[in-house]
């Protein structure tokens, strides 16, 4: 079993950045793939950012691509991402969620952001940016 636990979210202006961490803990998610979600009121849950096993590659939905970045450190079982230039549309619940290897965790190809391809998930971290 893995627990996940985001930290990091707060207020902002826009323009601003905030730095998101995932820690893992029980069954270290060291060997799985990880990934970002957000999910805003009224929203469906979207993925943000995603990585493969040992941070092999990562991909951005393009609304943060050139802002976001996806990073992992292993030696502290911490997942980050990197958020700069953040804009209003940028507020959300973010989540922090881990799939272990499997059909849709394929070694260090970056999995496909969809929520049911993963299994292990956080309680979230609010962001909120305001104008």
């Known amino acids: 079993q893995v627990q996940l636990q985001e930290s990091g979210g707060g207020s902002v202006q826009s323009g601003g950045s905030l730095r998101l961490s995932c820690t893992s803990s029980?069954?270290?998610?060291?060997?799985?793939?990880m990934a970002w979600f957000r999910q805003a009121p009224g929203k469906e849950r979207e993925g943000v950012a995603a990585?493969?096993?040992?941070?092999?590659?990562?991909d951005y939905v393009d609304s943060v691509k050139g802002r976001f970045t996806i990073s992992q450190d292993n030696a502290q079982n911490t997942l980050y991402l990197q958020m700069d230039s953040l804009k209003p549309e940028d507020t959300a619940m973010y989540y922090c969620?881990?799939?272990?290897?499997?059909?849709?965790?394929?070694?260090?190809?970056?999995?496909?952001?969809?929520?049911?391809?993963?299994?292990?998930w956080g309680q979230g971290t609010q962001v909120t940016v305001s104008s």
């Open positions: 969620a881990a799939q272990p290897p499997s059909l849709f965790c394929l070694g260090r190809n970056t999995p496909k952001m969809e929520p049911a391809r993963f299994k292990y």
């Open positions: 990585m493969g096993i040992g941070g092999g590659s990562s």
């Open positions: 029980g069954h270290t998610a060291i060997g799985y793939c």
